[in-house]
């Protein structure tokens, strides 16, 4: 009887109102992703002269992680939603730590794109802050956390907005082979950019000197850390094109089990 009534709420359901909701909720996340990238910008420049370097890391942090939060907590999501994003962190979690103290491949990065992907942007953006967040416990905790959470939050929001309405590839290697290339390219500008601009703010505001922050400097982070961003960049790619198919083809079994999050773009 109970699976009766499953199968019944399932074929009630309104496919049509939850893509509006959805459109809606994506539409806000851009609004709040363009808004985080301005508050980047004043707060590189104010940093310069009023010099409160931290301060101005936790403003920018508070404002780009909590509106995402309560987006996610406005929509009330259901137990079976929760359950998912609970697993796919606790993956996620898991390889991260695994080949961080093995193989040096960022197969943690590679969850939270496929999560993203496969599940839309407001998962994506929980499973990677929360993941990074929980990685961190056993990676050491410090001012580089909440950047973190951010910058992986922001690869599942990308990921989730970029594919949420993507072409419908009936081959699945020529998508995820694509999805690898824009991987790539995402994490070494998206991560890399954010995290070397968080290294800059923190260095100077822990320097004893307490100096004024200057472009060249930037420019000496950012050179500094290409070769970091390229092999992050890199084997991210590498673990989506290894195990990307198998991950998205059970995270679409769940979803066309128990009628959660949006259909896979290339269905």
């Not at 499953?6 to 049509?16: A, G, P, T």
């Not at 909720?25 to 609004?31: A, E, F, P, V």
């Not at 998912?84 to 695994?98: F, K, P, Q, R, Y």
């Not at 802050?129 to 599942?156: H, K, V, Y």
């Amino acid at each position: 009887m109970r699976k009766a009534r499953d199968v019944s709420y399932r074929r009630k359901f309104d496919l049509k109102q939850v893509e509006k909701a959805q459109n809606k909720r994506q539409w806000i996340l851009l609004g709040v992703v363009l808004s985080l990238l301005a508050c980047l910008a004043v707060a590189g420049t104010t940093a310069v002269v009023t010099k409160h370097y931290m301060l101005l890391s936790a403003v920018v942090l508070v404002g780009g992680l909590l509106p995402m939060f309560f987006v996610f907590e406005y929509r009330r999501p259901q137990a079976r939603e929760i359950v998912t994003l609970a697993i796919m962190t606790a993956l996620c979690v898991g390889v991260n730590e695994l080949c961080s103290h093995t193989i040096p491949l960022h197969a943690g990065t590679a969850f939270v794109i496929l999560t993203g992907t496969c599940l839309g942007p407001e998962a994506g953006f929980m499973v990677g802050a929360l993941s990074r967040l929980l990685c961190n416990f056993f990676d050491g905790q410090g001012p580089w956390t909440p950047w973190q959470m951010l910058t992986w939050g922001l690869l599942g929001i990308c990921f989730g907005v970029i594919y949420s309405r993507g072409k419908r590839f009936h081959n699945s290697v020529r998508f995820v082979i694509g999805l690898a290339v824009m991987a790539f390219i995402t994490v070494f500008v998206v991560y890399g950019g954010i995290m070397n601009f968080a290294a800059w703010l923190m260095d100077h505001a822990m320097s004893p000197q307490n100096s004024a922050l200057t472009k060249e400097e930037l420019l000496m982070v950012y050179a500094a850390g290409v070769p970091y961003d390229l092999t992050h960049a890199g084997t991210t790619a590498l673990c989506i094109l290894l195990f990307g198919h198998t991950v998205i083809e059970k995270l679409q079994r769940i979803q066309i089990k128990y009628g959660i999050y949006k259909r896979t773009p290339w269905r």
